[in-house]
């Protein structure tokens, strides 16, 4: 198994720009979510999705888009790109969205994000 | 809503010595505990968790921590660092209830191991 993978790398965007993460994960995982990490600040969970089809919003979602097409792929869009969305971004996944935060998450590498 | 205090930014410690990692959390009741270690460049990975039962827990690579509800405490240990432990670690809770709770992380503690 890969787990999780994100693309790409590193990215450098211009203000107004958008641009897609990409995330796979390949455990068959129900739960798939975003997070973003800037310095002293921790992680801070950007959107989640329980299953294809459904998402929903974490503590920051504003900015950002996401949508489920599939089990395997969860993608974060940002259609207007802003200096404040620089970051490092984690994609992770767990196995059962219904058993709950007790499962544990898998992250993947990260995506930073240079917004000038 | 949980919330976790990481009270220190950096510890510098020297290689076999040993390592307590502080971390306080609020939470109304018994939460889901985490420690993520995460070294440099990489993602984050678990170390450890505590649900319920024995409040000592062992994790990998030779750490462990316990659940100190009266405190609400859940500090990370080992007894001897390794030059390799150098990393960044968070403590993370989640809430109880099932569904699609997310993490709540801590700002994290910067750990130097001096040679």
């Known amino acids: 198994n890969a787990g999780v993978t994100q693309t790409p790398k590193f990215q450098v965007l211009k203000t107004g720009q958008s641009m897609t993460l990409q995330c796979a994960q390949d455990?068959?995982?129900?739960?798939m979510s975003w997070y973003r990490q800037d310095p002293g600040m921790g992680l801070r969970l950007i959107h989640y999705s329980v299953g294809a089809g459904i998402t929903d919003q974490g503590e920051v979602p504003n900015g950002y888009n996401v949508s489920r097409s599939t089990t395997e792929d969860f993608p974060l869009r940002l259609l207007s790109a802003a200096p404040s969305q620089t970051s490092v971004y984690f994609c992770?996944?767990?196995?059962?969205?219904?058993?709950?935060?007790?499962?544990?998450?898998?992250f993947g590498p990260g995506t930073r994000l240079l917004v000038l | 809503a949980q919330s976790v205090t990481q009270p220190d930014i950096h510890i510098t410690v020297s290689e076999g010595a040993s390592l307590e990692l502080r971390c306080n959390y609020s939470y109304g009741a018994t939460p889901y505990l985490f420690w993520y270690v995460q070294s440099p460049g990489q993602g984050l990975q678990l170390l450890l968790k505590y649900f319920s039962g024995d409040t000592l827990v062992q994790g990998i690579k030779g750490f462990e921590a316990e659940f100190k509800r009266s405190q609400s405490s859940f500090n990370l240990r080992k007894p001897s660092v390794h030059w390799s432990d150098a990393a960044e670690y968070f403590c993370?809770?989640?809430?109880?209830?099932?569904?699609?709770?997310?993490?709540?992380f801590g700002k994290g503690t910067h750990l130097i191991i001096q040679p």
């Open positions: 993370a809770v989640g809430a109880r209830g099932g569904g699609a709770d997310g993490l709540t």
């Open positions: 992770a996944s767990r196995t059962d969205a219904s058993g709950g935060i007790q499962e544990t998450q898998y």
């Open positions: 455990m068959n995982h129900e739960y």
